[in-house]
């Protein structure tokens, strides 16, 4: 997928094809004993509901004029079982396609979940993530109406229209082939709606994704709205969405139900038809009762026409978001883990850039040439102007995105051959925006290595400064934070992301702004406390605050994606580069405040 916003509609990169329904039917595969028993239980109920016009009509020939009322009382009391027969069935039918309807749509959306957890960073930076949200939600919800009833319907549908030919056929010949008159009329409703309404259901599902967008990114930006005052734009912006999601629902659902009053001006034809031809009949072989009964089964015989025609409505509608829910299944990540990769075996620490090139898009280069290398144990200071490419070249360590030229090794290996949950094990990472999950901070901290001891938790909280804080909170450790951590300061949140990084014990820790939100004094004491936990480890220090990254090792000055000037912070100083110009400007403003 190109990159795009609320109010683009996605382009679609693969055409439809019947396939998707193949794959689809691929998930209700697994219940098919289920689906064949309720089918079984189907034709029980429609054969018992069938019978009934043809009782009648022994009623009307045979019974009553022979003034049978033993027989007749029989022919009520058969009627009276078939009905119940059908209502129970139809009661189990009702039940067991609800169940498998809703277990085929929580493997489809358990599915895409696991699979959107496999996409890479550039999947994400390139789409609104409430596009995202409303194919897992939305969009497969919308298949539960096709899954439910549909099949089911078609199959018992297709036998109740075998058995109700028979019988019409059984009654009258003639009769029966004047019945089928509404057969290419309704051919030719189908060919010319099919087209537009498949069209509208795929407008109709990008309206849906386009106002699904606005309303999570508005929500994301709230705060920013209110503080800006810009409740009233945003709600222009969001009536012109909407505006446009009603318009395309109409739209669709306008043809969609230009189906259904066909299917019933064709059957109010069909039976005036017969009516007129009947009556001209009688007399030439054909009875009152069997008159009767055969209008009976013309009203039956356009019940599952209908409900077939109903079976291509949802079918059509579930295409416009079936297609978009295999599309992203089908989305591959842009890292991909190398199949014939090795697990990276526990490293000491080594990182080398090897000449690398990287950019986002095709043909850009936001990093040119970086080549350098930080042995175990080593701080690594990145700093330069914003923008400069700081935090790209940390997330390559990571493998977030692909290289567009040279190496990076960890301990010599090529980490594109090894596996990349292998290579992630091994690294703490505090990325620049630290994100709180709803939960406990206990169980936020623990997010960093999942089977570390409470102990454990309190004592990388300790390291890092965060337990003081936290046991001033209603609840300390077991205070419950909201998803984002609004609760906390950016500071608090900062702190406990530092936390989580390093109960992860990794090898190689990369912290990008980790400092730039806590005040100086237990910057202080965090500095303290790290400098034992980052012996041994190899650190990468992204930082605009220079105070901060003075005892690094060495310190890499980056400059529109390249290496300007690479050293410690004394060899830097005495140089008077760039280095020294902005640690001189930082240190003369500190001055002046
Ligand atoms: N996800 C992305 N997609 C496309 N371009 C990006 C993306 N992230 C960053 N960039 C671009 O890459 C360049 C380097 O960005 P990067 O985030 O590495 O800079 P930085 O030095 O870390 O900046 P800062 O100090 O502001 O965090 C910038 O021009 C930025 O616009």
């Known amino acids: 997928m190109a990159r795009n916003k609320f109010d683009v509609d996605e382009d679609l990169e693969t055409p439809f094809s019947f396939i998707h329904l193949k794959r689809l039917f691929g998930y209700v595969k697994p219940y098919k004993k289920k689906i064949m028993l309720t089918i079984l ?104 109406d096709l899954l439910s009833n549909g099949l089911i319907n078609l199959i018992t549908d297709i036998f109740s229209l075998t058995v109700i030919i028979g019988f019409m056929f059984a009654i009258d010949v003639r009769l029966a082939i004047y019945a089928m008159i509404g057969f290419p009329l309704l051919a030719i409703v189908i060919f010319f709606i099919k087209n537009a309404q498949r069209k509208a259901w795929q407008d109709l599902s990008n309206k849906q994704s386009n106002m699904n967008a606005y309303i999570h990114e508005s929500i994301n930006g709230m705060k920013v709205t209110q503080a800006f005052a810009r409740e009233e734009e945003n709600k222009k ?81 579930a295409m416009a978001y079936l297609e978009r829910i295999f599309e992203m299944m089908d989305e591959k990540p842009t890292v991909l883990d190398n199949p014939r990769g090795k697990a990276l075996h526990d490293i000491k620490g080594k990182v080398e850039f090897d000449h690398v090139e990287f950019g986002y898009e095709a043909g850009e280069k936001v990093l040119k040439n970086i080549h350098f290398t930080a042995e175990p144990g080593e701080t690594i200071a990145l700093v330069g102007a914003t923008g400069s490419g700081k935090t790209s070249i940390v997330n390559l360590i990571s493998r977030f995105y692909d290289l567009n030229g040279g190496k990076i090794k960890m301990d010599g290996v090529d980490i594109k051959t090894v596996t990349i949950p292998s290579l992630r094990r091994q690294m703490g990472i505090m990325l620049q925006d630290p994100f709180i999950f709803s939960g406990t901070i206990m169980d936020n901290i623990r997010y960093g290595r999942l089977d570390a001891s409470d102990e454990e938790v309190v004592e990388a909280a300790k390291a890092v400064q965060a337990h003081s804080f936290i046991m001033t909170l209603q609840d300390g450790y077991e205070t419950e934070v909201n998803e984002r951590g609004t609760r906390l300061s950016a500071g608090q949140r900062q702190l406990i992301s530092f936390a989580r990084a390093l109960l992860a014990d990794p090898r190689i820790l990369v912290l990008d702004e980790a400092t730039s939100s806590i005040d100086t004094e237990t910057e202080l004491a965090l500095q303290k406390g790290l400098s034992t936990l980052l012996a041994g480890r190899t650190s990468f220090i992204i930082a605009h605050r220079l105070s901060t990254i003075q005892s690094a090792s060495r310190i890499l000055f980056i400059e529109k994606g390249e290496i300007a000037e690479e050293g410690s912070h004394d060899e830097l100083m005495t140089r008077k580069g760039q280095y020294w110009n902005l640690y001189t400007s930082q240190h003369s403003s500190l001055e002046v405040s």
């Not at 909407?242 to 009053?261: H, M, N, R």
């Open 237 to 317: 912006i969001f009536e012109d969405v909407s505006k446009g999601y009603k318009k395309s629902w109409l739209k669709a659902v306008y043809i969609q139900f230009l189906l259904w009053p066909s299917i019933e001006n064709i059957s109010v034809l069909t039976v005036s038809f017969i009516y007129v031809a009947g009556i001209s009949m009688i007399g030439q072989g054909v009875t009152v009762g069997a008159l009767v009964a055969f209008v009976g089964y013309i009203w039956m015989f356009w019940t599952p026409i209908s409900n077939i025609g109903n079976f291509y409505n949802a079918i059509i509608n």
């Open 41 to 144: 239980i189907m034709l029980v109920a429609s054969g018992a509901n069938l019978i009934g016009p043809y009782l009648i009509k022994q009623a009307i020939d045979k019974e009553i004029p022979a003034g049978n009322v033993g027989g007749l009382s029989l022919l009520a009391g058969i009627y009276l079982g078939a009905l119940i027969i059908t209502g129970i069935c139809m009661k189990y039918r009702i039940r067991m396609m609800a169940e498998i309807g809703q277990n085929v749509i929580k493997t489809i959306r358990k599915d895409l979940f696991t699979h959107i957890q496999s996409l890479s960073f550039s999947f994400y930076d390139n789409r609104p993530h409430g596009k995202i949200l409303v194919r897992v939600v939305n969009y497969v919800n919308s298949l539960s």
